[in-house]
């Protein structure tokens, strides 16, 4: 629906869609998808609002569509018995502003914003917004609190820095919700959460003033990705690229900067998994050639040779040394 008319949003697979067409309606959906919020606007009885939103692995993404207006996590909405979350929060359109532990920024269009459930917030939109807000557990992202609440409610810029990175792949998921759909959704989710790691890294390390440690945070992004999709035997340095809307170059250049190549840090971290599987009784009954399609080697020669390159014995010699008999 477009702000101020009456046509009703397109109804996509697998995408939760509700109208507002009321600040009633609005405080409903948007408690009932959130958590408990106190939403105010200037024009009440005229608000519209629409809210697009899916699932994936435990991580809520939702595009938002809406007159302004202004939402509150008020202390006397926090309950110790509420699932700790994190928000992420990216300007689409118009302008927001968000307050947190002290803190306040403004955001315009592709700017991020981290904050956290569990302590008070305020977000106001003075203008017609359209944003999206990535809503996680905070146990499944690998960021400390600890430091998490040093950049609550930060201005992340989304053209500069690791920001251009992941503020793009953000839209370009905002645009296309109904395509976070089974396995390639969850990757996708896992990509997004690495890439927010990433940027949370830099913003704590200072960001464009330490340029080093940007790179050193954009690499255990990529670094954890590859980690997290060695089983899949098509994996490249252009898919990883493709994956994070970057170039291959320019991936290839923060390797190279560690003395590393994307194939071969692809191919030690599969050889290492592999390792570990033929060290491993609990995978015994395993064949050494299922071992390694487990982990993206289609080839048993190619798998066998490389193994004893790198460890200087075969596989099978391997496991039995390390195994009982």
Not at 144 to 165: F, K, M, N, Y
Not at 168 to 196: C, K, T, Y
Not at 318 to 325: I, K, M, S
Request: charge should be negative; hydrophobic fraction near 40%.
């Amino acid at each position: 629906m477009a702000i101020g008319q009456t046509t009703l949003p397109t109804v996509s697979p697998g995408v939760e869609t509700g109208v507002a067409t009321s600040l009633h309606d609005w405080r409903r959906l948007a408690g009932g998808r959130f958590v408990p919020l106190y939403v105010t606007a200037a024009h009440a009885d005229r608000f519209e609002a629409v809210l697009r939103s899916r699932t994936i692995d435990r991580v809520s993404v939702s595009e938002i569509t809406a007159m302004p207006h202004r939402v509150q996590r008020t202390p006397e909405l926090i309950s110790p018995r509420d699932p700790r979350h994190y928000k992420l929060s990216l300007q689409l359109d118009g302008s927001g502003f968000v307050a947190q532990d002290g803190r306040d920024a403004v955001l315009r269009p592709g700017d991020i914003a981290i904050y956290d459930t569990s302590r008070p917030y305020t977000i106001e939109f003075t203008d017609d917004v359209r944003c999206l807000v990535m809503a996680f557990p905070q146990d499944a992202f690998e960021v400390a609190p600890q430091l998490i609440s040093r950049i609550t409610a930060v201005r992340l810029a989304g053209d500069e820095g690791i920001g251009g990175v992941i503020s793009p792949f953000m839209q370009h998921m905002a645009d296309n919700l109904e395509l976070l759909d089974g396995v390639s959704g969850e990757r996708i989710m896992r990509s997004s959460l690495d890439l927010l790691t990433a940027l949370v890294y830099a913003e704590l390390a200072g960001g464009d003033t330490q340029a080093g440690e940007s790179r050193h945070a954009e690499m255990q992004a990529f670094k954890l990705w590859i980690d997290d999709h060695l089983d899949d035997p098509e994996l490249s340095a252009a898919v990883v690229a493709r994956a994070h809307y970057i170039s291959v170059r320019y991936l290839q250049y923060l390797f190279h900067d560690e003395g590393l190549t994307v194939s071969g840090y692809i191919r030690s971290r599969r050889l290492e998994r592999c390792r570990l599987d033929l060290s491993d009784p609990a995978q015994a009954t395993l064949s050494v050639s299922q071992i390694a399609q487990r982990w993206g080697f289609t080839d048993a020669s190619h798998f066998s040779k490389v193994f004893k390159a790198e460890f200087g014995v075969a596989p099978r010699d391997y496991r039995a040394l390390r195994l009982p008999a």
